[in-house]
């Protein structure tokens, strides 16, 4: 989300601000309805969810996945912008061993966190994506970061705010090319296959990666172009839209790469002053100008559901089915990227197909006839 940030002039009307934001959230929570939140699994057919095979590796590799990757804590500083940049590496173990040859090189995923979040949020993807022959770097974004929850709550409404205002969403995007400067200049360069970058996140995370991939957001008449060519793909779970009064086709039609969507029948957003519904995440894939784009929508599931944080016991069995759901499907969509083979994505489909509200693949690269397969 791209959000602008108001000066206020007084305590007073700040004060004033606040309750009438935490007014209107509330309102807007409470009346607007959306057709997808009434789609879900029941309590048994969740269970049965359990028994996926993606499900099943899924809690292996959390148990041992620490044998075959590497994790590397960095704490990067970008002295051009005198801001910190902390990220957080997973390597597969197999391209650190002497005899692993060097034109075998692997993919790169850069991810982004979403409004609050830190370079761990979402390690369980890089976890898994290094145990599969995949390097993912997580970048930990300062001024949008965990931090943000720190604080009175009164004033909280006005760190998201500003959170997720222009200065910092301009400075995720700094943090990203940073980041990938950084490490692409670093011994570890030589494992990575250069040609397949990857750019991915979840809710603002994914504000962030439209933006690297092509997204072009107007400001005082003047279009804002980020994007970053060396990124071929990108991966959006959760993307909110864009807080602007553009169209959303207008703002995404320059985005061009291959894009991956995932979202769930219940993703709303909910916070001081900002609500978006299950629906915004359908109509961002529609709008985004991605030759190639696929789009797959869980039953179920929440907003926060993708950060790998504990859920309400509840949730639990859900948790785990869409997190191992999640890397799997991801993990397809890197291999086409990779290999150019669609089928690892067609037998995902196939075998998830009972936990899906919607799927679409939509492919208009190369002059390919268009797929849509909705359910």
């Known amino acids: 989300m791209w959000i602008v940030i108001f000066s206020l002039n007084s305590c007073r009307k700040i004060f004033l601000w606040i ?19 009434n789609k879900d699994l029941t309590a048994t057919e969740w269970q049965a969810q359990l028994q996926l095979d993606s499900v099943r590796e899924s809690i292996v590799l ?61 390690a369980y993807l890089g976890q898994y994506w290094a145990s599969k022959g995949v390097a993912s770097l997580h970048l930990q974004h300062v001024g949008s970061d965990r931090q943000v929850w720190q604080g009175s709550r009164i004033t909280l409404p006005l760190r998201l705010r500003k959170a997720a205002g222009d200065d910092e969403a301009l400075a995720r995007v700094a943090d990203v090319k940073f980041a990938l400067d950084t490490l692409l200049h ?13 750019i991915a996140g979840h809710s603002y995370g994914a504000n962030t990666a439209m933006l690297i991939a092509g997204a072009e ?21 959760s993307a909110p839209p864009f807080y602007s009064n553009q169209k959303l086709d207008d703002i995404l039609a320059k985005v061009k790469i291959p894009t991956l969507h995932i979202t769930t029948t219940k993703d709303e957003i909910t916070v001081p002053g900002f609500y978006s519904a299950p629906e915004d995440r359908l109509e961002l894939f529609n709008a985004i100008g991605s030759d190639y784009k696929l789009l797959a929508v869980f039953y179920g599931g929440s907003h926060n559901i993708f950060t790998g944080r504990r859920h309400r016991p509840e949730l639990s ?18 291999t086409r990227e990779f290999s150019g083979e669609e089928k690892p994505l067609d037998e995902w489909q196939s075998q998830h197909k009972e936990l899906l509200a919607e799927y679409q693949k939509i492919d208009h690269s190369d002059d390919a006839n268009t797929l849509s397969i909705n359910r």
């Open 217 to 237: 957001v107007e400001r005082n008449r003047q279009r804002i172009k980020l994007q970053d060519p060396r990124f071929n793909a990108a991966i959006l779970i």
């Open 62 to 122: 959390e148990n041992f996945s620490y044998q075959e990757i590497e994790t590397r804590w960095l704490d990067w500083y970008d002295s051009s912008r005198e801001r910190q940049v902390p990220a957080l590496l997973f390597l597969p173990k197999k391209v650190l061993l002497p005899q692993h040859s060097q034109t075998a090189k692997i993919p790169l995923v850069i991810f982004s966190h979403g409004l609050g979040g830190s370079r761990d949020r979402y």
């Open 19 to 37: 309750f009438l934001t935490l007014v209107s959230l509330l309102v807007i929570s409470g009346c607007q309805s959306s057709p997808l939140i």
């Open 317 to 334: 069995v859900q948790n785990q089915v869409l997190k191992a759901a999640t890397q799997s499907l991801s993990l397809a969509f890197i």
């Open 186 to 198: 670093s011994s570890v360069a030589k494992f990575i296959d250069q040609q397949h970058l990857i």
